[in-house]
């Protein structure tokens, strides 16, 4: 086998150290036999590498499974949980949640902000002097009055860029869940 898949499956191990030595053996066993067939079906050591992924979210994968499987309460499972939680850490605590409220806030903003952007502008091109528009739209100061189908470009714009952030925001948090579920499966493909 070749030294950069030596490597990988020495790095492999050092993630998996919470687990028990006889699970880790074999799930190092399973790796290096899929890394061996691989290469006996012509693809490089980069190519395997690159299939398998990062070796840190390929042990996670290999934590969150046996955290799920296995039933009570021990110090081996509760060290893995710690482990599975580390490996995932502080980005799972902070990227989940900040784009899951993210996303759908800017979305409806986006949505929201042509409309009241359009009932401003007729507001002030109809003057009907509907109670709370003055404070709707973009401040330039007391002494810079904007004309109104400009503010309402505006407006627009800034709405469909938040619309767009949400939407960019709802994808790379389904992205980022992918990867951290999938990385195991990618030995079965």
Known sequence: MEKELNAYLGKLEKYLKPVAVSERIDIINEIKSEMQELQGNGMSAEEIIERLGDPKKLAKAYLGDILVKKRGFSLNRFLIAC?????????????????AVIAP???VCGAICP????????DRILG??????????????????INPAAEFLLILFVGVLLFAAGVGAWKLLLFYCR?????????SA
């Open 83 to 99: 482990a599975f939680f580390s490996v995932v850490g502080f980005s799972g605590m902070i990227v989940i949640p900040t784009l």
């Open 105 to 107: 806030v800017f979305v």
């Open 115 to 122: 409309v009241i952007g359009a009932v401003k502008f007729l």
């Open 128 to 145: 009907l002097g509907l109670p709370y528009m003055e404070n709707v739209g973009i401040f330039m100061g007391a002494s810079v009055p």
């Open 179 to 187: 990867k951290v579920s999938g990385t195991a499966k990618k030995l």
